[in-house]
């Protein structure tokens, strides 16, 4: 039993359950929040109402770890939390000392593995997959970096660092994701260096480009992964330069492709590498505003919205966002190597500033920022959102209030850390939407979830509708479907916001594999040359024998 406080902070979630790639309706007008009693220890909120804390309502209620998801609190464990962190794309990850929970916060379930479980997983598969590749033939380990989440305590896709570390000590590095995906990122440089009379480009790290002899390594010492998005993995890097009068070391920012494209020595590498100089070499105030943001900032976070980057410093009693645009533009040196080249103008990758403003906070826990990037502040009774120029005003709040965490518009925690009370966005804030008229298109979000309308204004039912490059199903009510589906008399899973899953699937603890089609795949699969077998359920079998093949604890053929 946790020892009960006179005083506690307060909680505060959302109503309307909004898809996190569906554009949310957005206040339109400054919205006043009912304060509510509650003793709220920590809480992670989630999508529809949902919410996760550590606390207790009334006096009558045991303290421990509730979960609520819209009608009333259950208790999961009667534990005290040392940290409770935002894993994936919806679980939350809760530790009381050596004990670790992994909660699904779309239902309050524990489930069966943790991220230690997962992450176990993923380097035993990772090493497998590797170890039959040229490149990674002679493996000996992952190194002490081991696997290192991009992106911890946010929601979204799991992607993780990796080092391995080869026989004859060579260290080679990449990512991967939770279904074994991986890139390696230490082939493709695609870099543009100025050697005072040209603008090269060096394709790979450690060879030389072609006629002009520069070479380009990473200092691994001094790299940085600042954030990712649904395509791409951005990381700040620190290469070496010989060949050059330019000096000896630059900083990157390098916009890498989760795709897989070509091969080298047998192992995948990016599709696509971007690399944009953070620099103050030019004559571009944005430039050196970036170089400034970025490399001299401390206590600075960062994310990326809409390929934009936020460089989000928080001293305790200011939040200062700098957006920071990555782009090819045409400037010239501030000090020309040559003197002839005074005033010549370069083609160059940069990151350049593009807006930048600051907000009073009332303590360090007073930000939050939410599924989609977006940055929140909460001072003095009011909460602001990031508009991605300037702060605006969206709800407003108890004056005493001092914490703020979001999910996102919809769904937000305020409280005051050290007393009772909490606000929480109300149902009623949110206006439903009439599905019924022919002038609806496209998504409508309505009180039973979200729907879809054809062009005509027909609602989609019963049907699979493809919404840019991706598939949702409409189910014979009209509202959109998540988790597993059976159409005739195949399986499909859809996440939770509705996209249909393809590759591997861990679901409760068990994996399954959903072909390009979205099919759920059964018996025999060759996944990049490693051989699986998944059973009449789907279900990946491991550490047994079938057909008389050996398979081990990652659910590889064992050969």
Do not use: C
């Not at 309050?108 to 479980?117: A, F, Q």
């Not at 990512?175 to 991986?182: E, L, R």
């Not at 014979?476 to 479907?481: E, I, L, Q, S, V």
């Amino acid at each position: 039993m946790i020892k009960r406080l006179t005083k506690a902070t307060s909680l505060l979630v959302a109503a309307a359950a909004v898809i996190s790639i569906i554009p949310a309706s957005a206040a339109t007008a400054t919205t006043s929040l009912e304060t509510k009693e509650g003793t709220i220890e920590k809480a992670i909120a989630f999508d529809g109402g949902k919410y996760l804390f550590e606390g207790y309502r009334s006096d009558d209620d045991q303290s421990g770890l509730y979960y609520y998801g819209g009608d009333k609190d259950k208790l999961i464990e009667d534990i005290n939390v040392d940290s409770m962190d935002k894993y994936g794309d919806k679980y939350a990850s809760v530790k009381d000392g050596n004990d670790e929970y992994l909660v699904d916060l779309s239902s309050g379930k524990e489930v069966d593995d943790t991220v230690s479980d997962n992450t176990d997983y993923v380097k035993t598969r990772l090493k497998t997959t590797l170890s039959k590749t040229d490149r990674y033939s002679s493996i000996n380990s992952f190194g002490n970096n081991d696997l290192t989440q991009i992106s911890s305590n946010q929601f979204g896709e799991t992607w993780y660092t990796y080092e391995a570390t080869t026989s004859g000590s060579a260290k080679l590095h990449g990512y991967v994701n939770n279904s074994g995906k991986y890139i390696d990122t230490d082939v493709t440089a695609n870099i543009y260096v100025n050697n005072g009379t040209k603008t090269v480009k060096v394709e790979k790290f450690g060879e030389s480009d072609s006629g002009n002899n520069i070479i380009v390594n990473i200092d691994q010492s001094k790299t940085q992964e600042i954030g990712q998005d649904k395509d791409y993995i951005y990381r700040l890097i620190t290469v070496n330069i010989t060949g050059t009068g330019n000096g000896a070391s630059a900083t990157y920012i390098q916009k890498i492709s989760k795709a897989q494209g070509d091969k080298e020595g047998k192992a995948y590498i990016p599709k696509d590498v971007t690399s944009y100089e953070v620099t103050s070499l030019y004559k571009s105030e944005d430039a050196d505003d970036a170089d400034s943001a970025i490399i001299n900032a401390t206590d600075t976070s960062f994310r990326v919205v809409n390929g934009v980057i936020y460089a989000i410093k928080n001293d305790g009693e200011k939040v200062t966002v700098n957006t920071i645009k990555l782009k090819k533009d045409k400037v010239t040196l501030d000090n020309p190597i040559i003197i002839d080249n005074k005033g010549t103008k370069f083609d160059v990758y940069l990151a350049e500033k593009s807006s930048k403003d600051d907000q009073d906070i009332a303590s360090s826990a007073a930000v939050s920022v939410d599924v989609e990037g977006n940055v929140w502040a909460l001072n003095n009774g009011k909460i602001y959102k990031f508009d991605g120029s300037d702060f605006q005003v969206v709800y407003t709040v108890d004056r005493s209030f001092d914490t703020l965490e979001v999910y996102n518009s919809d769904n937000l925690i305020a409280w005051k850390d050290g007393d009772d009370g909490y606000a929480t966005v109300s149902k009623a804030t949110t206006t439903p939407v009439d599905p019924t008229p022919v002038t609806n298109k496209g998504w409508v979000n309505t009180a039973s979830g979200w729907t879809f309308y054809n062009t005509d204004g027909t609602q989609v039912k019963g049907k699979w509708v493809q919404d840019g490059s991706t598939w949702y199903y409409l189910k014979a009510d009209g509202t959109m479907a998540t988790g597993w589906i059976q159409d005739g008399s195949t399986w499909y899973y859809l996440q939770s916001w509705g996209g249909m899953q393809t590759g591997w699937l861990n679901a409760n603890g068990t994996w399954y594999y959903l072909n390009g089609s979205g099919a759920m795949a059964t018996g025999w699969l060759n996944d990049n040359g490693t051989w699986y077998y998944l059973n009449g359920s789907g279900a990946m079998l491991s550490n047994t024998i079938v057909d008389g093949y050996k398979l081990g604890a990652s659910g590889a053929w064992i050969r």
